[in-house]
């Protein structure tokens, strides 16, 4: 995301508490910055990119966080998948003039790289007027409307995305354990009403047998979490929600939360003792 934005002509600060993560930004045409803080105090849109609500609230919270640094004028874009209670609170908290809005993302390592991200953005109108523009270099925006709705527009997609890879490798294993070849599978579901992204993109880390790394089980189950909390305002049983968060839970207990999202297959895999690995060239999709 850092390198599109300054692809496209902006000067970036950047700062990760990973130095690799922060050397690459610096390669792509970033400037380093000292600490989030640092850099707060600098700019005009001050965009943050965590893993989980606490991550968010450590680094914005508190007397000492970047929110307290950021001047009248500027506009801090979370693009965290987070709670929307959380960003209300830390906008209730920004200094006079700042103001806040949500935009999570979705599209994986090569969305980001390529500049193909979907970006769910939520806030008052003048102020997604000004940074829809920019975000727009990173992919597609979508609007979504006050702030917060970027968050539950974007839980919605993960909820239906989660559902998507925990029964993907259910539909497999029924076709295989009688008697329909994996490749043959695959290529049906994608040329049917079985078709989504999920098999269309997440099938080949289940073929490779890597189940995508570079999202782990605890990360799903951090936005398993956020989608049952939404859930509570919903007059009714979501109950397909609710077994998707069961499997990934089972396989986080199995496999670890550090392991790949796609390990929700694997169990199926081991329960039914059968295989899913197909010979291919799979590109694993944050190398292209």
Same mark, same amino acid.
């Not at 700019?43 to 307290?68: K, N």
């Given at each position: 995301?850092?390198?599109?934005?300054?692809?496209?002509?902006?000067?970036?600060?950047?700062?990760?508490?990973?130095?690799?993560?922060?050397?690459?930004?610096?390669?792509?045409?970033? *400037?380093?910055?000292?600490?989030?803080?640092?850099?707060?105090?600098?700019?005009?849109?001050?965009?943050?990119?965590?893993?989980? #609500?606490?991550?968010?609230?450590?680094?914005?919270?508190?007397?000492?966080?970047?929110?307290?640094?950021?001047?009248?004028?500027?506009?801090?874009?979370?693009?965290? *998948?987070?709670?929307?209670?959380?960003?209300?609170?830390?906008?209730?908290?920004a200094p006079e003039g700042v103001a806040v809005v949500?935009?999570?993302? *979705?599209?994986?390592?090569?969305?980001?790289?390529?500049?193909?991200?979907?970006?769910?953005?939520?806030?008052?109108?003048?102020?997604?007027?000004?940074?829809? #523009?920019?975000?727009?270099?990173?992919?597609?925006?979508?609007?979504?409307?006050?702030?917060?709705?970027?968050?539950? *527009?974007?839980?919605?997609?993960?909820?239906?995305?989660?559902?998507?890879?925990?029964?993907?490798?259910?539909?497999?294993?029924?076709? %295989?354990?009688?008697?329909?070849?994996?490749?043959?599978?695959?290529?049906?579901?994608?040329?049917?009403?079985?078709?989504?992204?999920?098999?269309?993109?997440?099938?080949?880390?289940?073929?490779?047998?890597?189940?995508?790394?570079?999202?782990?089980?605890?990360?799903?189950?951090k936005d398993l979490g956020l989608v049952e909390e939404?859930?509570?305002?919903?007059?009714?049983?979501?109950? %397909?929600?609710?077994?998707?968060?069961?499997?990934?839970?089972?396989?986080?207990?199995?496999?670890?939360?550090?392991?790949?999202?796609?390990?929700?297959?694997?169990?199926?895999?081991?329960?039914?003792?059968?295989?899913?690995? %197909?010979?291919?060239?799979?590109?694993?999709?944050?190398?292209?």
């Open positions: 995301m850092c390198a599109r934005l300054v692809g496209a002509g902006y000067d970036v600060i950047a700062f990760d508490i990973n130095p690799d993560a922060l050397a690459s930004a610096v390669e792509a045409g970033a *400037t380093a910055g000292e600490s989030a803080v640092a850099i707060a105090a600098e700019v005009d849109l001050f965009l943050t990119s965590l893993p989980r #609500p606490d991550h968010v609230q450590a680094v914005m919270g508190g007397p000492d966080g970047a929110l307290t640094a950021l001047s009248a004028g500027s506009i801090w874009v979370d693009l965290t *998948t987070n709670r929307t209670s959380l960003i209300e609170e830390l906008a209730e908290q949500d935009s999570p993302v *979705t599209g994986a390592v090569d969305g980001a790289r390529q500049g193909k991200l979907t970006l769910f953005l939520g806030g008052d109108d003048a102020s997604v007027a000004r940074v829809a #523009p920019v975000l727009g270099h990173m992919g597609l925006v979508i609007e979504c409307g006050p702030r917060g709705t970027g968050n539950v *527009t974007k839980l919605v997609t993960n909820q239906l995305w989660f559902i998507h890879a925990a029964s993907l490798a259910e539909g497999f294993a029924m076709g %295989m354990a009688n008697g329909v070849s994996l490749e043959t599978l695959w290529y049906a579901i994608k040329e049917s009403v079985g078709d989504s992204f999920v098999a269309r993109h997440d099938a080949p880390s289940i073929f490779a047998g890597h189940y995508d790394p570079s999202f782990t089980l605890g990360l799903c189950l939404l859930s509570q305002n919903v007059a009714a049983s979501l109950d %397909m929600t609710k077994q998707a968060h069961e499997q990934f839970k089972k396989a986080t207990e199995r496999y670890g939360p550090d392991e790949g999202e796609l390990h929700v297959a694997k169990q199926i895999e081991e329960d039914a003792g059968l295989s899913m690995r %197909m010979d291919g060239d799979w590109i694993p999709h944050w190398e292209k």
